[in-house]
């Protein structure tokens, strides 16, 4: 580390606490530690920044109580009355003196105090007293030796023990009547020694921060002598005239006669005590922060003393409020009671909060809230200022008080435009002051009221609902009134400061009621044609008007809302901001940063509506804008939004092209529910009859039919199905490629080899590949044209065909011999098919195939074939 690096950081100022309790700079230097043979141990030694004189040499004690404070300063105390402080340029230069002086001290640098201060209450203090500590004794109260009683009363300020023992001693012996005797005396004789003594004296005992002395000193009969002694300051040039002006220009206003003596001496106490606290003693330093909190609590007793005297004294305060409702009260009178009654307010905001809420539900009863409509359009300064304070008071503490109160106005008069909230809004609007700080505070009020977050809700009230409801119904149309009639035919009527600085408060509380009413706002927005009215504020000659008018559009746009953005874009709203952002020409300020920072969230949020909005209507201004990025890359959105649009078109053309051409059919390999039922049940047929399990087949044979080759003809006969649902099952895996002429073909009682569906499933696993055209098949029962390949045909290519054959070629179905056979109940069906294409159903080991035969005649000769129930089953299977 260099050597200025070290200088640096080990630069310090000096400071010393003179008896008047002031930090007096004793010069700037470099401090370092390090051992002192004349004092017999490690030293902080200080020297002079200009001329290398030793400013500090002090032993480090490792008694003595070191505080570390605001991570550059040191403070100590060098004997009995003498505090030191050491304020550091830099934090690195305080840690390592602090690291020394703990380490003499044998301590953890990382506390804040070497020596632990216990905090005891004044009880404790006296029992933990040690009875051999000798009590102090007080000089002869006298002339000539009040230098020796002010030199006492300092050194017992070093320590709390000391401080106690003479403030008991002070008590004890009345000794602060003594010294304002003395005070006479001094000031009869114009003995200004004696009385700069008596400045130190009694500046010296308040700050040893005892209630009981206070008492003594704030009594009636020694208030006045005591601020006596305080006027004559050794350093402040002429005596002070406080006397003079707490007696005679100081007066104490009545509105209304107070008779009770107790709480007239204790209004007088707390004024004159508020007096010296804030007049004349001396500001603490940052040292002394808690050396005066005693006479700060004094004060915040006295009030709460005030408050609850005057509450018990139900007369007055109805008396206070009719004088404040009475038209004919004079306007002193009435500007005295306003302001009485601000000050009452005041002392009420240090009470406890049950006390507090007893506190205002007496003035709701008592009818403040209809005094204040009263007083809050007079037209008088102080009374508006004090009445505006007042209603601040009522609302921080409870907006609920208020609302209930405008509800119970509208749902009771006529009149509601007098309500109170209206009266507030009309007060902001005609404030007549020039910078507007009525208005402000109203406008603070006035978005208190408007905050859901401080609304109630329960299950018998909905004070939410019902506020809101009140507010956009009766009271938005007063607040958007002046900036509809400044708005008039797109152009600013009036751009005097005055009026633009309403304009701007208006726009902030409706910015607020955007963030939070979504509803209520949003159709108040819409109805009348609010925005655009708003943007006309863009071309004000005031800048911060038209950062307000962006900064509503902004909040309306952070919505994200797709109402809010159609209206936008129909209205053709963002013409204002691109105007003036045309007309800032670049420069670099507020507005140009708020313009873009509005687009650019539009890019980041990927707002489409109005990206495709600004993109469309704005490109080509922006394209030409070449500083920031932001409208280029807000161009790169637009082009990636409309690619994404395209595909998807055309992902949705495709889609339902492929879903005209596929069908989603059954599984013809699945079996049908009927004949799944027919095996589960197949254990029982043996004990079944013989005409029972014939008439069941047939019924399942029936339906078989039906779902196969379609509907049977009525009074179709349906005998020995099984066999015809065998041949149509073969029928229907045929390659049926380059029909050339149609068959009509009867099946009967043929015999035929039994063919299993595992056989049928081998030779559909073949059949992937291929397709052929040109076929034309039509069925009498179920209309079926199979899909001819290069080979053998899958079950699934049959019925895709099927279906679609049944779709275009409706006209080449034929029902031929539609006519039931009176013998053999055949079910006649018309086929087409070469003599190629057949040899699948003869290698399937079908005995006589369909296409050996024109036409088949009935034949009434039953087939010699074991009917059992078993020979049956096992048929079917």
């Known amino acids: 580390m260099t050597t200025q690096d070290t200088s640096t950081r080990r630069r310090v100022k000096l400071y010393a606490l003179n008896a008047d309790r002031q930090w007096d700079d004793r010069g700037t230097g470099h401090v370092t530690s390090s051992y002192v043979e004349r004092l017999k141990g490690i030293s902080l030694l200080v020297r002079a920044e200009n001329d290398g004189s030793l400013l500090l040499e002090s032993k480090i004690q490792p008694d003595t109580a070191y505080q570390k404070q605001q991570d550059t300063l040191i403070v100590w105390s060098e004997g009995d009355n003498f505090d030191l402080a050491l304020s550091f340029q830099e934090k690195a230069g305080c840690d390592e003196i602090w690291e020394k002086i703990c380490q003499v001290q044998g301590k953890d640098p990382s ?3 070497t020596q632990d201060i216990v905090e005891e209450s004044e009880d404790e203090r006296y029992e933990d007293m040690p009875d051999s500590a000798p009590p102090i004794e007080l000089p002869a109260c006298d002339i000539s030796r009040l230098e020796e009683i002010s030199e006492l009363i300092s050194q017992c300020l070093n320590t709390q023990m000391r401080k106690e023992k003479l403030s008991i001693a002070l008590e004890q ?4 009547k003594k010294l304002l005797n003395l005070f006479h005396i001094c000031e009869d004789l114009d003995n200004q020694e004696g009385l700069h003594y008596l400045f130190e004296i009694f500046k010296n005992i308040f ?12 009594a009636d009969d020694t208030i006045f002598d005591v601020v006596g002694c305080l006027e004559y300051d050794p350093t402040g040039g002429p005596p002070k005239r406080h006397r003079n002006y707490l007696k005679q220009y100081s007066k104490f206003r009545e509105p209304i006669e107070i008779k009770n003596q107790e709480l007239l001496a204790k209004i007088h106490q707390t004024y004159r005590v508020q007096y010296i606290q804030d ?8 040292f002394e922060d808690a ?11 006295n009030k709460c003393e005030i408050v609850t005297l005057i509450q018990e004294d139900d007369k007055y305060l109805d008396d206070l409020f009719a004088l404040l409702s009475d038209p004919n009260t004079a306007l002193d009178k009435r500007r005295d009671s306003v302001l009485f009654l601000k000050e009452f307010c005041s002392y009420a905001q240090l009470l406890q909060p049950h006390a507090k809420e007893a506190f205002y539900k007496s003035l709701i009863s008592l009818g403040i809230l209809p005094a204040l409509e009263i007083i809050l359009n007079i037209n008088d300064p102080k009374i508006k200022s004090a009445s505006i304070d007042i209603l601040t008071t009522i609302v921080e503490y409870s907006p609920s008080l208020i609302r209930d109160y405008t509800l119970s106005q509208y749902n009771n008069q006529e009149h509601e435009d007098q309500c109170l909230l209206n009266i507030a809004i009309e007060q902001m609007l005609n404030d007549s002051e020039p910078e507007l700080g009525g208005a402000v505070q109203l406008m603070g009020v006035i978005r208190i009221l408007l905050d859901p977050e401080t609304m109630l809700a329960s299950a018998n009230k909905s004070e939410k609902t019902d506020f809101l409801n009140f507010f956009y119904k009766n009271s938005i149309h007063i607040l958007i009134a002046p ?3 400044n708005t008039v035919d797109d152009k600013l009527a009036n751009e005097d400061y005055h009026t633009v600085q309403l304009l701007g408060l208006v726009l902030e509380l409706l910015s607020f009621c955007v963030e939070h009413h979504s509803y209520h706002i949003k159709n108040c927005i819409i109805s009348k044609d609010l925005l655009r009215r708003i943007l006309v504020l863009m071309r004000s000659t005031h800048t911060f008007l038209v950062l307000c008018a962006l900064r509503f559009l902004r909040k309306i746009i952070s919505m994200k809302d797709d109402f809010y953005n159609r209206y936008i874009m129909k209205g053709n709203l963002f013409a204002p901001v691109v105007e003036a952002f045309i007309r800032n020409n670049g420069r670099y300020n507020l507005l140009e940063s708020a313009i873009l920072e509005l687009f650019e969230f539009i890019k980041l949020e990927d707002v489409k509506i109005l990206c495709t909005y600004v993109v469309e209507n704005f490109g080509k201004i922006f394209d030409e804008i070449q500083y920031v990025q932001t409208f280029k890359n807000l161009r790169n959105k637009y082009d990636q939004h409309q690619d994404r649009l395209k595909d998807k078109d055309k992902g949705f053309d495709t889609m339902l092209s492929n879903l005209r051409n596929s069908r989603y059919r059954r599984d013809p390999r699945q079996p049908p529910e009927e004949e799944e039922m027919w095996f589960n049940e197949e254990d029982d047929f043996e004990d079944v009859p013989t005409s029972d399990l014939e008439n069941n087949i047939s019924k399942i044979m029936d339906k078989k039919t039906e779902n196969v080759n379609g ?4 009074n179709q006969p349906t005998t020995q199905q099984h066999t015809i649902v065998n041949s149509i099952h073969n029928n229907n895996n045929v390659n049926n490629n380059n029909r050339k002429s149609t068959e009509t073909v009867t099946s009967s009682k043929e015999e035929k080899k039994e063919c299993s569906p595992d056989v049928l499933y081998e030779m559909s696993e073949n059949t992937e590949d291929g397709t052929n055209s040109n076929r034309k098949t039509s069925t009498t029962t179920s209309s079926t044209t199979t899909t001819t390949t290069s080979g053998t045909t899958t079950f699934q290519d049959v019925l895709n065909d099927d279906t679609e054959s049944s779709l275009d070629h409706d006209d080449d179905k034929t029902y031929v011999n539609d006519s039931p056979s009176s013998s053999d109940n055949e079910i006649v069906k018309e086929t087409t098919m070469t003599s190629k294409e057949s040899e699948p159903l003869k290698n399937l080991g079908v005995k006589k195939s369909l296409v050996d035969y024109e036409t088949t005649e009935d034949s009434d000769e039953e087939d010699n074939v074991d009917n059992s129930p078993a020979q049956k089953k096992a048929r079917l299977a």
């Open 111 to 113: 506390v804040d105090t």
């Open 279 to 286: 007049i004349i003693l001396p500001a603490p330093s940052v």
């Open 291 to 301: 050396m005066l909190n005693s006479l700060s609590s004094f004060i915040f007793f």
């Open 173 to 176: 012996e009345n000794y602060i």
């Open 207 to 218: 700050l040893l921060n005892r209630t009981q002395l206070f008492e003594i000193m704030f």
């Open 483 to 485: 900036l509809l009639k």
């Open 711 to 714: 509907p049977t003809k009525a």
